[in-house]
């Protein structure tokens, strides 16, 4: 959450440029995952991507996380004197996971359900592109 747009933002191998609706993943596969942010700011060029710098050095940073079966929210907010993506204080954390599990409020669960994006239907796009297109599941 609150990540600048145009930031790059990585879940394992997977990375993408953050756009102006990009609000994270769903359907994240239970266990260790690699989340990687290099954060960028047109206003302050010492937040640099490759993009930004010209040298194609990278200030980013990681972490491992681990997301359990029964947890279908893992949340970080970007914390911009850090740089980092920190985990949310608990009450924002409770209030997003009673969003998205299915709250009353049926606009704010809509609205940030299509901020997200399908992580393992972009994976798998990826994958498919990397071995030539063939769309199909191979064994």
Not at 108 to 114: K, M, S, V, W
């Given at each position: 959450?609150?990540?600048p747009v145009?930031s790059?933002i990585?879940?394992?191998l997977l990375?993408?440029?953050?756009?102006?609706?990009?609000?994270g993943?769903?359907n994240v596969?239970?266990?260790?995952?690699?989340?990687?942010?290099?954060?960028?700011?047109?206003?302050?060029?010492?937040?640099?991507?490759?993009?930004?710098n010209?040298?194609?050095?990278?200030r980013?940073?990681?972490?491992?996380i681990?997301?359990e079966?029964?947890?279908t929210?893992a949340?970080?907010?970007f914390?911009?004197?850090?740089?980092?993506?920190?985990?949310?204080?608990?009450?924002?954390?409770?209030?997003?996971?009673?969003?998205?599990?299915?709250?009353s409020?049926r606009r704010?669960?809509?609205?940030?359900?299509?901020r997200?994006?399908?992580?393992?239907?972009?994976?798998?796009s990826?994958?498919e592109?990397a071995?030539?297109?063939g769309?199909g599941?191979?064994?």
């Open positions: 959450v609150g990540v145009k790059e990585g879940l394992d990375v993408r440029s953050v756009g102006v609706r990009f609000g993943y769903y596969e239970a266990g260790p995952h690699y989340l990687y942010l290099a954060p960028c700011d047109e206003d302050q060029p010492t937040l640099t991507t490759t993009r930004s010209g040298l194609g050095m990278v980013s940073r990681g972490e491992w681990w997301i079966r029964q947890q929210v949340m970080r907010v914390d911009p004197k850090t740089e980092c993506l920190e985990p949310p204080n608990k009450d924002d954390q409770q209030r997003m996971t009673d969003v998205l599990r299915g709250s409020d704010l669960r809509n609205e940030i359900g299509a997200l994006a399908d992580f393992n239907h972009e994976a798998q990826c994958h592109a071995a030539g297109g769309g599941r191979g064994g």
